[in-house]
């Protein structure tokens, strides 16, 4: 195990406890709520920036803005909506089992996180680094986690354009470099 899984594991054991503080429905609709914005934010954004011109708004910046200022409304509904169907779920007697999953919501979700980010960095970063990046453990089953959620989130956007090819690509499975790796194989 390299230092590099290390970090990983120590970051997922944060996430664990996190996910525990928070429970499994506020996890579960940060997640979703972080992909329905940020696609109902790419729909909704050509209307928003109408809207915004409509008010007397003009910059170069509209489309990004217009963007943005959907994701965070969104996102700001379903945090509040966690928020509020936590408490209820703490006074029932319900809490206790919000708070178990919740740790195994959070682990996923920043499963899901940090594979963004080392399928992110994959593109970008220096080869050295990637090597040692690519001996490791964990990360090839976290970026290929990532990878799968990626590409089933990127089936909501429209196909026709530079931006899905960009993050098609971002979202390619990555190819296990280590000869080595343990296998992972379901039977049943």
């Not at 790419?42 to 217009?66: H, M, N, R």
């Not at 994701?71 to 206790?96: H, R, T």
Request: aromatic share 18%.
């Amino acid at each position: 195990m390299s230092w590099f899984d290390l970090i990983l594991l120590f970051i997922l054991a944060l996430a664990g406890y996190k996910g525990y503080k928070r429970g499994f429905i506020r996890e579960v609709l940060f997640l979703s709520g972080l992909i329905i914005s940020c696609v109902a934010a790419w729909y909704f954004k050509d209307q928003t920036a109408q809207f915004l011109i409509e008010k007397g708004v003009k910059t170069k910046w509209l489309p990004y803005l217009s963007f943005i200022l959907v994701f965070i409304a969104l996102y700001l509904l379903f945090i509040l909506a966690g928020n509020f169907i936590k408490k209820i779920i703490n006074l029932s007697f319900l809490g206790m089992l919000d708070n178990i999953l919740g740790c195994f919501a959070g682990i996923f979700l920043w499963t899901f996180l940090i594979g963004l980010f080392l399928l992110f960095i994959n593109h970008t970063i220096p080869n050295d680094f990637q090597n040692s990046i690519a001996n490791t453990t964990i990360s090839d089953y976290i970026r290929l986690v990532s990878a799968k959620i990626g590409n089933y989130v990127l089936s909501f956007f429209p196909q026709d354009n530079s931006f899905y090819n960009n993050l098609k690509e971002l979202f390619k499975e990555p190819i296990n470099s280590s000869q080595n790796q343990p296998k992972i194989v379901f039977t049943g």
